[in-house]
């Protein structure tokens, strides 16, 4: 899957996934102070999901109407615990991650948001 991992998904999650065989590119690496506005373009852009633990790419989608290519929060909880989530989301839900949907992993729960 390719993927966009933003700044507070974490530089270990990120080289995790990569390991898996994932396509991804970092935030960090380009500007780590890049606003969400730009960080939802380039994911257009390189068509690609993005990872993140920020709410605020979820809101731009359905209040503004922003496009993207798929988004997944997953819950702020300590690293190990956010690789089971990944894991658990990847094997439910890659493809509607790949199809646009916004994927929201929390611990006791997932909720898919297909794109409209």
């Known amino acids: 899957m390719k993927i966009l991992s933003d700044v507070n998904a974490s530089g270990a999650i990120a080289n995790w996934l990569e390991s898996m065989g994932h396509d991804i590119v970092r935030?960090?690496?380009?500007d780590p102070r890049l606003s969400d506005?730009?960080?939802l373009a380039w994911a257009l852009r390189e068509n690609r999901v993005i990872i993140t633990t920020d709410k605020d790419f979820?809101?731009?989608v359905w209040r503004e109407s922003k496009p993207?290519?798929?988004i997944l929060r997953l819950e702020n909880v300590p690293r190990d615990e956010r690789k089971l989530l990944l894991e658990e989301a990847f094997t439910l839900y890659q493809q509607d991650l790949e199809d646009g949907a916004i994927v929201i992993a929390q611990k006791?729960?997932?909720?898919?948001?297909k794109p409209r």
Request: hydrophobic share 35%.
């Open 68 to 70: 993207h290519c798929g």
């Open 58 to 60: 979820e809101e731009m």
């Open 27 to 30: 935030v960090s690496a380009k």
């Open 108 to 113: 006791k729960k997932f909720r898919v948001r």
């Open 37 to 39: 506005d730009a960080i």
